[in-house]
């Protein structure tokens, strides 16, 4: 990691630069996986039902997606180490507050101001990586990156049980403050102040923007939830009016909020395929698999815990290798390869028979882990190199924004899968991944042809 240090940053400033990024990633992700396991936990001590308790989650998607373009735009305007540090105190302030609540409501309000700050923390973190490495290096960068987001997904399910055998819930959002505070003490002292933008922050595109997308997150949420129509029709119309808003007041921009310049070029708009068809798979996985672990393989609550663990502890390790490599090899061969990989371990996993040894699932577990580590860190530096520098925040919230809706509309076909099918659906969903797969291969590869 040091070697980093050549590309502008002082050796002494690169570490705790590096490591206040990594935090606040790990933060995000941490948190969000603590949150996900520990929804009974959280409902039966609140005294409200399953299904309410859901808007823990939902509140903080929510604010993340609405915030992600407005805080991009923020960072090329007054620059990404402002925004980056503003996310990681908002975030850590808010997790006091969520450590406090004692109501489903006022829970649900902080988890939605923590979406905030992870909604700034995300949308600048990539362009922060560009900015401490060089060029030659930055596949190491975003390949740290990648693998602390596995660690964060993998670790979390295991905090969250080892803290609630001892302690109460609130102290999984307390593990988020003194790890915050360090985060933003070496933000402050290390982070490079970078050039601020010249355009000025468009004041009514954020709203439109914030307005857009969380209404279409909001769609996708009641989809999964599987919700009339009379709840998601009116936040589909109020998407479609704010998005052409959007569209209407970016005419002529050189530096548009949400990044329609840089989907323009060829080699973002695939690399941005290429991601939202492997997060969608990643999605659909990781909602479909517990309930085809239970229901189909026959496997009790602590298997599936630990079968679920192999990938991403498989893409932990992955994301590092592949970052290394992309710094020699074309995104598109390493993307391609990895989601190659990511196909034939989800069609491998939809043929497991009942009563197949645990072995034989971890492997195919490790094959799509493997596979989506293989992807992740090219596909992230082909964002960013593909963008020029000016743009790199807005390159940066637009990997979040991929992210975040590639995952959410696979848990979306999940539910579709199992309202159609029931419990079997769940064999169909990994299909479904299996074919994201195969899509975002074909997207990967055709990069190879592309300047």
Not at 65 to 76: D, I, M, N, R, S
Not at 80 to 85: A, D, E, K
Not at 296 to 306: A, I, S, Y
Not at 420 to 442: E, K, N, Q
Request: aromatic content about 12%; hydrophobic content about 55%; glycine content about 12%.
């Amino acid at each position: 990691m040091h070697a980093a240090s050549d590309g502008g940053l002082p050796k002494a400033q690169f570490l705790p630069a590096l490591l206040s990024i990594l935090l606040g990633v790990f933060l995000g992700t941490l948190d969000t996986a603590i949150a996900n396991t520990a929804l009974p936990a959280i409902a039966a001590s609140l005294h409200c039902t399953e299904s309410a308790s859901v808007w823990i989650v939902n509140a903080y998607q929510l604010a993340v997606v609405a915030t992600l373009f407005p805080f991009a735009g923020l960072g090329e305007t007054y620059g990404p180490r402002r925004v980056f540090i503003f996310g990681l105190l908002f975030f850590t302030v808010a997790s006091l507050g969520c450590v406090l609540a004692g109501t489903l409501g006022t829970l649900a309000f902080f988890r939605a101001l923590q979406g905030i700050g992870s909604g700034a923390v995300m949308s600048v973190n990539i362009a922060l990586i560009k900015s401490i490495y060089p060029s030659a290096r930055l596949g190491r960068g975003v390949g740290l990156n990648a693998l602390v987001v596995g660690l964060g997904f993998a670790a979390g399910p295991s905090v969250a049980s080892l803290v609630l055998s001892w302690v109460s819930w609130t102290w999984l959002f307390g593990i988020n403050l003194p790890l915050g505070a360090l985060a933003v003490a070496f933000a402050w002292r290390s982070l490079p102040r970078g050039v601020q933008g010249n355009a000025p922050f468009d004041r009514a595109a954020a709203v439109f923007s914030a307005a857009a997308f969380g209404s279409l997150i909001f769609v996708f949420i009641s989809w999964g939830q599987r919700s009339s129509g009379s709840v998601w029709l009116p936040a589909l119309l109020a998407f479609f009016v704010c998005g052409a808003g959007l569209l209407w007041r970016q005419r002529g921009q050189a530096n548009p909020m949400f990044p329609i310049d840089l989907l323009r070029r060829p080699l973002f708009a695939l690399s941005v395929l290429t991601a939202y068809a492997a997060f969608a798979a990643q999605g659909l996985a990781f909602v479909s698999l517990p309930f085809y672990f239970e229901s189909t393989l026959h496997r009790n609550p602590v298997d599936t815990g630990f079968l679920m663990t192999a990938w991403p502890v498989v893409v932990a390790a992955a994301a590092p290798v592949a970052g290394r490599l992309s710094d020699k090899h074309h995104p598109g061969l390493l993307g391609g390869i990895g989601l190659s990989a990511l196909f034939v371990g989800a069609l491998l996993l939809a043929q497991v028979a009942p009563g197949a040894p645990a072995w034989q699932i971890v492997v195919c577990m490790g094959i799509c882990g493997a596979g989506f580590g293989f992807f992740q860190s090219p596909n992230l530096r082909a964002l960013m190199t593909s963008a020029p520098a000016h743009r790199s925040s807005g390159a940066s919230g637009m990997i979040g924004m991929v992210r975040l809706f590639g995952q959410t509309s696979g848990a979306a076909l999940v539910a579709l899968c199992l309202g159609i099918w029931g419990l079997p659906g769940t064999g169909v969903a990994l299909y479904l991944a299996a074919l994201c797969g195969f899509i975002g291969a074909v997207a990967s590869f055709s990069r190879l042809h592309v300047r």
